[in-house]
């Protein structure tokens, strides 16, 4: 089936809605890295489209044991070109409670992964001044704008990636400093993946917890009292990335992109010492 299908558009997301209610197929891409059955494809509002039912193949686990690249090729041997990652985050502002949406429009990345490169391909960086397509990021801002919820545009991403725990305060604060908006775990590598696959990629992100809650919380618990609940529940939270995936389906104009399909920074002239060493 997936032979006479070419999605316009990819998303990473879970959304048990979508899937039902535009009856669409699940289907297996082979990897490299194996296959991936966690893949959905059919039309939404005659757009076809590839949905990757998030970023775990079977079971939760660390985010420094997700194979991204797998996911990132699964979207590429598909045959898309445009993919869209939807995620939960953590609140940095205090002043931006739980719930709160955003699209993304920089990223920070905190480092530590490492990626396996096919020593097949040759090596080349990630050209990632500007992480996100400018073009997919302006129809998704204008799909943001009809909402009947805020939506913070050139929002950054902090990737604080690798480690089973969440933020401390002085890292918040910090992050909060630096004027960051949001933090989670998968954003980079996902992003630079794509790049190097040239890949146009968007993001939107929706706020599971804030600061002040996160403390309340604690407050409580060294209180001896029972704690109030201090995140928004994650059915809540995407929620509202599907509202505005399938606004941004509704007025999605197919475009083609120069910019992210040539910014790879290859060196082509790469040799392992000069000829003349071999004699």
Excluded at 59 to 68: A, C, D, G, T
Excluded at 102 to 130: C, R, T
Excluded at 228 to 233: F, H, I, P, Q, W
Aim: aromatic share 12%; with cysteine.
């Amino acid at each position: 089936m997936l032979e006479d299908f070419k999605p316009e558009i990819a998303f990473i997301m879970r959304s048990d809605e979508i899937i039902k209610d535009f009856k669409l197929k699940r289907v297996t891409i082979n990897t490299s890295f194996g296959p991936v059955h966690r893949c959905y494809i059919g039309k939404i509002y005659n757009i076809p489209v590839l949905i990757i039912y998030g970023r775990f193949n079977s079971e939760k686990v660390p985010s420094n044991q997700i194979n991204f690249e797998q996911t990132i090729e699964a979207v590429k041997n598909a045959g898309a070109n445009k993919l869209v990652g939807t995620f939960v985050v953590g609140g940095i502002n205090p002043d931006m409670p739980q719930g709160s949406v955003y699209v993304l429009d920089n990223l920070v990345g905190m480092g530590n992964y490492n990626i396996k490169w096919n020593q097949n391909y040759s090596f080349h960086n990630a050209e990632m001044y500007e992480p996100f397509c400018s073009s997919l990021t302006k129809q998704l801002c204008i799909a943001s704008r009809k909402m009947p919820f805020e939506v913070k545009e050139n929002a950054t991403y902090v990737s604080f990636y690798g480690y089973p725990r969440i933020e401390t305060k002085a890292e918040l604060d910090f992050y909060n400093k630096m004027g960051w908006d949001v933090v989670g775990q998968t954003c980079d590598p996902e992003a630079t993946c794509a790049r190097l696959n040239q890949i146009c990629y968007a993001g939107i992100a929706v706020q599971i917890d804030d600061p002040k809650g996160r403390k309340n919380y604690i407050n409580t618990l060294k209180e001896n009292k029972v704690g109030k609940a201090y995140v928004e529940d994650i059915k809540s939270c995407r929620k509202r990335t599907t509202q505005i995936i399938l606004q941004f389906l509704k007025d999605y104009q197919e475009f083609n992109c120069d910019v992210c399909s040539k910014m790879a920074r290859k060196n082509n002239n790469f040799r392992e010492f000069p000829d003349d060493f071999y004699e």
